[in-house]
Every structure is written in structure tokens, then in C-alpha cells.
């Protein structure tokens, strides 16, 4: 009955429009203020929780991740990583576009962030991709969603979300989003190809040894970071938030000092531009952790496990609804929110059907994924739309037909738990 | 006079915020530094004299700060998203009055929390509670909550006169916002 009434309150604050994080904080106080025994300590506790949720070493991952990206985006590393990639690639069959995805899953290894990927790869092949002779649609609809690897390869700033809000291990997480993400960027560039052939997209001469090596040196000081990060979690030499502040400083090093894309006097913009995405996320993980303490007080991720307990329901019907209640979510929810809400109340129910937290985290993101280039919020689509210079109704058009092929992915992730959990298993 | 004022207000806000970040950033990169310098004996003859037990505690705070001033700066440049199918969906009209409950929704929220905040601030300074590590009083470092939140108050009120009088809105891009600083 709470349940009922909490969402319904919630539901009813979305729908004027109110950010995300200001909904969930009011559904909260509205809860409090007129169904519950109200009084002037839950107030303090509220007030409270405010400033100690967030007093985790491990959720300060997410702005340093944000402020590396950043750097990254700005700092004419996409160029160098997009040479590389056209060096190794190019000569194929829809050769430019499976660069293009080549370089998608380069800077995922470095960025945690799928509009940044967008971003920062999609402004220089878009263009070049359309100049080639491609039909546009078909040029955005591989740059939005190959963007979209930036939060399954890590480090992924979704799966830190997720990690924070479920008490699981980043650094395990991490680990299990990268065979699902080549495998990904595999199944990508197999369907470019196809479709390159079919329907004779242009390719390019063969790139010279030479080339492939001088473009990789060029490339190599953006490429280590991904060895500074991975390298420095599964060595014991940092943690992942250690990681993420040194990608940072990293980042910051490469951009303005050894590829020179920014100058010392544009570091305060990144900075700010960095601390505003940033603040966004943290306000809305503050307000969802005040929810959740509010579901928790409430005790109903426990009703809500034991009622699903009760329908009987085997382990893969239940994964059927998941992904149909994350698919559904996606539609009006950007991620990180989504996340957050959803996690802390599955996993209890996961756990329980003998699913593995890790497998699930996988899942959502690959869910989180398809929301990205799926109207009507999904941030790939509105960065695509810009880089292109076209309506958000086309790019989403463009994004149909790779809507289907991650759908088909999604559900190989969902029921061969194989592809997660065989690398965290064998590290762990 | 009030102009003066705002303007003032746009400049700290970003300047604290960015520092907030360079700070933080610096301080858990010296400090794993630092660690990592235990392996180096010359070097760590003189940086075993440094303490950065420290540094995590600071690295948080630095970022609750940021968190809440960055917050309210995100209402000024439009990065809180909202759900808007049905804002969009319904005739001007009627998104008027949607986006104006919205909007004062949030200077609600945001109000209600800076005077609970100011309570809860009130109540720490009464106990004497030092930070575990920093020994700093905690009431200081609580103050983010009742001082970024009626920053963010203010600045919703402020874009709801603006939204009033001219029907306009702060939009954030993300790429936008990129290729701004590009």
C-alpha cells in the first residue's frame, strides 16, 4: 500500500517536468510529511542524510571519471586514437565506419561516459563519414550507438553508480563489462560490414606499416590510460577512485601539455563544465539515496522480494520482467537514476533466485545502453542530433535499426551469464 | 545594485566550484603519490614525514561542497533533466503552468532543506563534533547543506521570474556545453 502511494507521488511529480532529483527529495518529504508518523526527528534525519550519504570515498569516483572524460573530449586525444583506428581498419569493407566503432571502444577504455564518447568521436567521424559518400542516416546511427560502449567497457561511471548503490565491488564490475563490450563492438562492426557490403559503401587504400605505426605512437600516450587505470585497480595500487582521480591529472597532462588540444587559460572552463555535469549526478545520487533510506524505512524492497518470491516466478521469467520494467524506465529516465532507484530494490530479489549481483550489473547497463539511443531522453540521441545538425526524430529513426541488434545482445547477455562472470570468476 | 550583486554571486559560485574540483583532484593524486613513494627508500626518507591520512576525508568534503554549490549552478545552466513527455505533449498553455509548478517545486525542495538544514547546523555546533581525521568542527563543514541549498532556492526563483516574463528557459546541450569550452 505504501509502495502504491510512494510511487503514485513520485509519478505525479515526474510528470510536471521537475528534475529527477528534486522529485525524488519532495516524494520523500511529502511521504513523510503526510503519511507517516511525522515528527521533528526524521526531519534531522533527513537533513542529515543529505550530507552522510554522500560521505563515501567510493561515489567520488564518479567526478573524477567526469573531469577525466572532460579532458579527454577537449584535449585532441580522439583525433590521435582515431588515426589509429582508421590505420587498423580502414581498408575493410565500410571500412571508415568500423574505424569509427574501433574508436568508440578506444575511448571507452579511457572515458566512462557514452554521450562523452559520442562527443568526442563523433565530431570528427561523422563528418568524415558523410563526406565519404555514407548516407547520413546510416553515419549517425553507428556513431550514437557505438558511443553508447563508453558505459559497458570500463571504467563506466554507470557501473560505479551501481556499485555505490548495491555495495558491490567496482573494481569486480569493471572487470566483467569487458568481454561483454568487445564482444559488443564486435557484433557492431559485424553488421557494418554486412550492410557495408550489401549495399557497396566505400572503402579506403590500405593503410602502410609505417603508418599503423606512427599513428599508434601518436596515439599511445591517450592509449595508456586505459593501462594506468585497469593496471593500477588489478595491481593493488590503487583503488578505483585513486584510479579515477590519476586518470584525471593524467588526462589533464596529455591534453594541455603533451598534445596541446588546450591551453592553460581554457583548464578552468573544463574544470567548471566537468563540475556541473558532476554536481548534476551527485544531486541526483544524494535525493535517490534519501529515497531508498525512505523504500528501506518503509521495508519494501523486503514486501516487494517476497512478493515476487511468492508469484513462483523461475530465474529467467524473472529477468524477462526486469529487463521489460528497464526498458520501460529508460523511456522517461536517463541512467544514473534509473540505477539508483531500481538496483538496491533487485539485486535483494536477485540474490535470492541465485542471479549473481555482477551478472545483473551487466544487464542493466546493456539495458542502460539501448535507453541511451532510444527516445524520448536518451543522451546519445541529443548529442548525436547536434554533432549532426539534425532533428532528434530522424537521429532516433537512424537508431532503430541498431535499437534491434542491441535488443538481440541483451538478451545473449541475460541468459549466458557465461560472458560476464567468466573473467571476474577467473581473476576473483 | 541588485545586477551588481548577481553577478558577484555567478562569479564566486563558479570560482569556488572549479576550485573545489582542482583541489580535490590534486590532493588524492599527491596522496597516492605519496604512498606509492614508500617504495623509492631515498625518497621516502623525507616523505615518511608527511601525513595524508587525511586526504580521503578532505577529498569528500571538498566534493559535498562542490556537489551542493554545483547543484545550484546546474539550475542556472539548465542540467537538471526532468521527464518532460507530457511537458511537451500538452498546449502552451497548459506547459506554462506545468513548468511554473516545476520550477517552484524546486524552490520549495530546496527551501525546505535549507531551513532544515540551518536546524540540523545548529544542533551539530550544540554537540562540538569534530571530523574523525581533519579534527575540523563539523558543524562548519555542515554548513554546504543550509548554504547551497538556499543558493539553489535562489537561483529557481530566479528562473522562474525570468520563465514569467520572457517564457524562456536555461537549456542545457551537453555538446553544447563540449564544444563551448572546445
Same mark, same amino acid.
Given at each position: 500500500m505504501n509502495a502504491m502511494l510512494i510511487l503514485l507521488i513520485l509519478l505525479v511529480l515526474l510528470l510536471t517536468g521537475t528534475p529527477i532529483s528534486i522529485a525524488l527529495g519532495m516524494t520523500v518529504l511529502t511521504f513523510l510529511a503526510l503519511f507517516s508518523s511525522f515528527s521533528i526527528d526524521t526531519v534531522d534525519i533527513v537533513s542529515q542524510r543529505l550530507f552522510t550519504g554522500l560521505e563515501s570515498f567510493a561515489i567520488m569516483a564518479v567526478p573524477f571519471f567526469v573531469l577525466s572524460g572532460t579532458f579527454l573530449t577537449?584535449?585532441?586525444? &580522439?583525433?590521435?586514437?582515431?588515426?589509429?583506428?582508421? $590505420?587498423?581498419?580502414?581498408?575493410?569493407?565500410?571500412?571508415? &565506419?568500423?574505424?569509427?566503432?574501433?574508436?568508440?571502444?578506444?575511448? &571507452?577504455?579511457?572515458?566512462g561516459s557514452s554521450p562523452a564518447t559520442v562527443v568526442a568521436i563523433g565530431s570528427i567521424m561523422l563528418p568524415a563519414m558523410v563526406k565519404q559518400g555514407y548516407p547520413k542516416r546510416f553515419a549517425v546511427g553507428v556513431i550514437t550507438t557505438s558511443g553508447s560502449l563508453g558505459i559497458l567497457i570500463p571504467p563506466s561511471i554507470v557501473m560505479i553508480i551501481y556499485a555505490v548503490s548495491t555495495s558491490e565491488s567496482a573494481g569486480k564490475l569493471f572487470i566483467a563489462g569487458i568481454v561483454p563490450g568487445i564482444l559488443l563492438a564486435g557484433l557492431l562492426m559485424l553488421v557494418t560490414y554486412i550492410t557495408a557490403r550489401t549495399k557497396k559503401f566505400p572503402t579506403m587504400p590500405r593503410a602502410s606499416r609505417q603508418e599503423v605505426w606512427a599513428s599508434f605512437k601518436d596515439a599511445f600516450w591517450g592509449l595508456m590510460l586505459v593501462v594506468i587505470v585497469m593496471g593500477g585497480i588489478y595491481g593493488g595500487i590503487f583503488t578505483p577512485t585513486e584510479a579515477a582521480?590519476?586518470?584525471?591529472?593524467? $588526462?589533464?597532462?596529455? $591534453?594541455v601539455f603533451i598534445y596541446r588540444g588546450l591551453t592553460l587559460a581554457q583548464v578552468p572552463k573544463v574544470l567548471l563544465s566537468a563540475a556541473n555535469t558532476s554536481a548534476m549526478l551527485l544531486y541526483i545520487i544524494t535525493n535517490a539515496i534519501l529515497f531508498s533510506f525512505l523504500l528501506t524505512s518503509e521495508q519494501i524492497p523486503q514486501v516487494l522480494s517476497q512478493w515476487v518470491v511468492d508469484q513462483h516466478l523461475s530465474p529467467w521469467m524473472f529477468l524477462v520482467a526486469v529487463n521489460?520494467?528497464?526498458?520501460?524506465?529508460g523511456q522517461f529516465m536517463e541512467p544514473s537514476s534509473i540505477i539508483l532507484i531500481l538496483a538496491p530494490l533487485l539485486v535483494p530479489i536477485a540474490k535470492t533466485m541465485g542471479i549473481d549481483p555482477i551478472h545483473l550489473g551487466v544487464i542493466m547497463t546493456v539495458n542502460m545502453e539501448i535507453g541511451m539511443i532510444h527516445p524520448p531522453v536518451g543522451l546519445n540521441l541529443f548529442v548525436a542530433s547536434h554533432i549532426a545538425r539534425m532533428g532528434l526524430t530522424e537521429v532516433s529513426i537512424a537508431c532503430l535499426p541498431w535499437v534491434v541488434v542491441l535488443l538481440a545482445y541483451l538478451v545473449l547477455i541475460t541468459y549466458v551469464p557465461a560472458v560476464s562472470l567468466w573473467l571476474p570468476n577467473l581473476l576473483y | 545594485m541588485l545586477c551588481t550583486f548577481n553577478r558577484f554571486l555567478d562569479r564566486i559560485e563558479e570560482w569556488l566550484i572549479a576550485s573545489f574540483m582542482a583541489t580535490a583532484t590534486l590532493i588524492i593524486f599527491?596522496?597516492?603519490?605519496?604512498?606509492?613513494s614508500a617504495a623509492i627508500p631515498w625518497l621516502w626518507q623525507y616523505a615518511s614525514q608527511l601525513n595524508f591520512s587525511w586526504a580521503q576525508e578532505l577529498c569528500i568534503y571538498l566534493f559535498i561542497w562542490m556537489a551542493k554549490f554545483g547543484a545550484a549552478y546546474g539550475v542556472r545552466t539548465g542540467i537538471h533533466i526532468g521527464v518532460d513527455v507530457l511537458v511537451n505533449y500538452v498546449r502552451p498553455s497548459r506547459r506554462r503552468v506545468l513548468v511554473s509548478i516545476a520550477l517552484s517545486l524546486g524552490a520549495f525542495f530546496t527551501g525546505t532543506i535549507a531551513v532544515m538544514g540551518v536546524r540540523w547546523v545548529w544542533f551539530v555546533y550544540g554537540t562540538g563534533q569534530t571530523s574523525p581525521d581533519l579534527e575540523w568542527p563539523m558543524w562548519v563543514i555542515y554548513l554546504c547543506i543550509p548554504l547551497g541549498s538556499s543558493l539553489m532556492c535562489y537561483r529557481f526563483l530566479q528562473v522562474l521570474t525570468r520563465f514569467l516574463r520572457s517564457g524562456e528557459l536555461p537549456v542545457h546541450s551537453l555538446a553544447a556545453a563540449e564544444e563551448g569550452t572546445a
Amino acid at each position: 500500500m505504501n509502495a502504491m502511494l510512494i510511487l503514485l507521488i513520485l509519478l505525479v511529480l515526474l510528470l510536471t517536468g521537475t528534475p529527477i532529483s528534486i522529485a525524488l527529495g519532495m516524494t520523500v518529504l511529502t511521504f513523510l510529511a503526510l503519511f507517516s508518523s511525522f515528527s521533528i526527528d526524521t526531519v534531522d534525519i533527513v537533513s542529515q542524510r543529505l550530507f552522510t550519504g554522500l560521505e563515501s570515498f567510493a561515489i567520488m569516483a564518479v567526478p573524477f571519471f567526469v573531469l577525466s572524460g572532460t579532458f579527454l573530449t577537449e584535449g585532441g586525444i &580522439a583525433k590521435r586514437i582515431i588515426r589509429f583506428a582508421l $590505420a587498423l581498419t580502414g581498408s575493410m569493407h565500410g571500412g571508415l &565506419a568500423i574505424a569509427a566503432i574501433l574508436a568508440c571502444a578506444f575511448f &571507452a577504455t579511457i572515458s566512462g561516459s557514452s554521450p562523452a564518447t559520442v562527443v568526442a568521436i563523433g565530431s570528427i567521424m561523422l563528418p568524415a563519414m558523410v563526406k565519404q559518400g555514407y548516407p547520413k542516416r546510416f553515419a549517425v546511427g553507428v556513431i550514437t550507438t557505438s558511443g553508447s560502449l563508453g558505459i559497458l567497457i570500463p571504467p563506466s561511471i554507470v557501473m560505479i553508480i551501481y556499485a555505490v548503490s548495491t555495495s558491490e565491488s567496482a573494481g569486480k564490475l569493471f572487470i566483467a563489462g569487458i568481454v561483454p563490450g568487445i564482444l559488443l563492438a564486435g557484433l557492431l562492426m559485424l553488421v557494418t560490414y554486412i550492410t557495408a557490403r550489401t549495399k557497396k559503401f566505400p572503402t579506403m587504400p590500405r593503410a602502410s606499416r609505417q603508418e599503423v605505426w606512427a599513428s599508434f605512437k601518436d596515439a599511445f600516450w591517450g592509449l595508456m590510460l586505459v593501462v594506468i587505470v585497469m593496471g593500477g585497480i588489478y595491481g593493488g595500487i590503487f583503488t578505483p577512485t585513486e584510479a579515477a582521480a590519476v586518470s584525471a591529472v593524467y $588526462a589533464f597532462i596529455a $591534453a594541455v601539455f603533451i598534445y596541446r588540444g588546450l591551453t592553460l587559460a581554457q583548464v578552468p572552463k573544463v574544470l567548471l563544465s566537468a563540475a556541473n555535469t558532476s554536481a548534476m549526478l551527485l544531486y541526483i545520487i544524494t535525493n535517490a539515496i534519501l529515497f531508498s533510506f525512505l523504500l528501506t524505512s518503509e521495508q519494501i524492497p523486503q514486501v516487494l522480494s517476497q512478493w515476487v518470491v511468492d508469484q513462483h516466478l523461475s530465474p529467467w521469467m524473472f529477468l524477462v520482467a526486469v529487463n521489460v520494467a528497464l526498458l520501460a524506465a529508460g523511456q522517461f529516465m536517463e541512467p544514473s537514476s534509473i540505477i539508483l532507484i531500481l538496483a538496491p530494490l533487485l539485486v535483494p530479489i536477485a540474490k535470492t533466485m541465485g542471479i549473481d549481483p555482477i551478472h545483473l550489473g551487466v544487464i542493466m547497463t546493456v539495458n542502460m545502453e539501448i535507453g541511451m539511443i532510444h527516445p524520448p531522453v536518451g543522451l546519445n540521441l541529443f548529442v548525436a542530433s547536434h554533432i549532426a545538425r539534425m532533428g532528434l526524430t530522424e537521429v532516433s529513426i537512424a537508431c532503430l535499426p541498431w535499437v534491434v541488434v542491441l535488443l538481440a545482445y541483451l538478451v545473449l547477455i541475460t541468459y549466458v551469464p557465461a560472458v560476464s562472470l567468466w573473467l571476474p570468476n577467473l581473476l576473483y | 545594485m541588485l545586477c551588481t550583486f548577481n553577478r558577484f554571486l555567478d562569479r564566486i559560485e563558479e570560482w569556488l566550484i572549479a576550485s573545489f574540483m582542482a583541489t580535490a583532484t590534486l590532493i588524492i593524486f599527491i596522496a597516492v603519490l605519496h604512498r606509492q613513494s614508500a617504495a623509492i627508500p631515498w625518497l621516502w626518507q623525507y616523505a615518511s614525514q608527511l601525513n595524508f591520512s587525511w586526504a580521503q576525508e578532505l577529498c569528500i568534503y571538498l566534493f559535498i561542497w562542490m556537489a551542493k554549490f554545483g547543484a545550484a549552478y546546474g539550475v542556472r545552466t539548465g542540467i537538471h533533466i526532468g521527464v518532460d513527455v507530457l511537458v511537451n505533449y500538452v498546449r502552451p498553455s497548459r506547459r506554462r503552468v506545468l513548468v511554473s509548478i516545476a520550477l517552484s517545486l524546486g524552490a520549495f525542495f530546496t527551501g525546505t532543506i535549507a531551513v532544515m538544514g540551518v536546524r540540523w547546523v545548529w544542533f551539530v555546533y550544540g554537540t562540538g563534533q569534530t571530523s574523525p581525521d581533519l579534527e575540523w568542527p563539523m558543524w562548519v563543514i555542515y554548513l554546504c547543506i543550509p548554504l547551497g541549498s538556499s543558493l539553489m532556492c535562489y537561483r529557481f526563483l530566479q528562473v522562474l521570474t525570468r520563465f514569467l516574463r520572457s517564457g524562456e528557459l536555461p537549456v542545457h546541450s551537453l555538446a553544447a556545453a563540449e564544444e563551448g569550452t572546445a
